[in-house]
């Protein structure tokens, strides 16, 4: 039989649609119902296991499923040895402790003796050694942000993006204890074989997000101002210049990353650029 890589994957929750999206866009297929939680997927040879969040770690651990896409949080939490092969870019958030507004809060030295309710014990237990604070954790599996309200605990110790769920439960961030985003991770123990299937797909998913971080850029300019332009231009390569069919004008096209194309944009504009056109690309090969 031939080999398939076992991933694992968020059976329902924060990171299943963009882990499942990207995948898709990897031209990897599953088109089976989520209801089976082993399914094999088509246009790669991938065979996907979905399970709850928490217990993944330890089936990558052990080598059930050769390679899973995790919160780097939930790895640290669960204190396994898996191989982080490649973030992935979206679920960004931090584990953060925060106190009741208004608490006054001179320092860290502040949770000495307090209560600190968590999903996160691990972490929060390591963080807390590091800084030689004595508080009691108090484990408790969601809605964390609750607990000072009801009187289960003086502060807390969970995830946050935007931060709404703090505000919206009068919660203040006064301590950051990790940053996070989604990564593909790999089992210590992967045959030969599924590494060689990883290595595959782990090609596939840079050219995903090599493409979704930049951009394909065209412009029109006249050709005095080329040099100008060619400058500023961050391009992979040098830009591909074609003479357009107005003497003296050309079309300039290259590649650059997302974030910069607004630092550049009135540059290109004040040396002379018109019809500045930004398109997505769907793959990019590195
Ligand atoms: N508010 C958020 N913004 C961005 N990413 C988040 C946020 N909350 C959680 N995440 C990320 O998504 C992951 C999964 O979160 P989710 O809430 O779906 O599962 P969970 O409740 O932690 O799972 P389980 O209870 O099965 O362990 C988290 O481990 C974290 O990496
Ligand atoms: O800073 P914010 O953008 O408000 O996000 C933070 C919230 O998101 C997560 O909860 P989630 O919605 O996953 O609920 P859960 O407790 O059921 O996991 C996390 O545990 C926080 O409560
Ligand atoms: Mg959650």
New binding site residues.
């Given amino acids: 039989m031939p080999t398939m890589l076992k991933i694992a994957v968020q059976k329902s ?2 990171l299943q649609e963009d882990s499942l999206e990207m995948l898709r866009e990897c031209g990897v297929r599953v088109d089976n119902g989520r209801d089976q939680l082993k399914v094999a997927a088509s246009g790669f040879p991938l065979e996907l296991f979905f399970l709850r969040n928490s217990d993944i770690p330890q089936y990558v651990a052990d080598g059930v499923a050769d390679v899973a896409i995790l919160g780097q949080n939930t790895v640290i939490e669960k204190e396994k040895d898996l191989e982080e092969v490649l973030p992935l870019g979206f679920a960004r ?1 931090r584990l953060s402790l925060a106190v009741p507004k208004g608490t006054v809060y001179p320092d860290i030295t502040w949770l000495n003796g307090k209560k600190i309710a968590t999903s996160y014990p691990n972490t929060l237990r390591a963080f807390l050694i590091r800084h030689n604070i004595e508080a009691e954790i108090h484990e408790i599996a ?4 609750i607990a000072p309200n009801i009187g289960l605990a003086d502060a807390i110790c ?9 505000f919206m439960n009068g919660l203040e961030e006064k301590e950051v204890i990790l940053k996070s985003e989604a990564a593909i991770f790999a089992s210590r123990n992967i045959s030969t074989e599924a590494r060689e299937l990883l290595e595959k797909l782990i090609f596939r998913f840079k050219s995903v997000l090599a493409a979704r971080n930049n951009k394909y850029l065209l412009m029109n300019a006249p050709n005095e101002a080329l040099s100008e332009i060619i400058n500023i231009l961050p391009g992979m390569k040098s830009p591909t210049v074609v003479p357009l069919a107005e003497p003296g004008w050309s079309s300039v096209h290259t590649v650059i990353s997302e974030d910069r194309f607004w630092e550049i944009i009135d540059r290109l504009k004040a040396a002379g650029a018109q019809g500045i056109l930004i398109i997505p690309i769907q793959k990019m090969i590195l």
């Fill in positions: 929750g924060r958030c969601g809605s964390v942000e969970d995830l946050v993006s935007s931060g709404n769920t703090l």
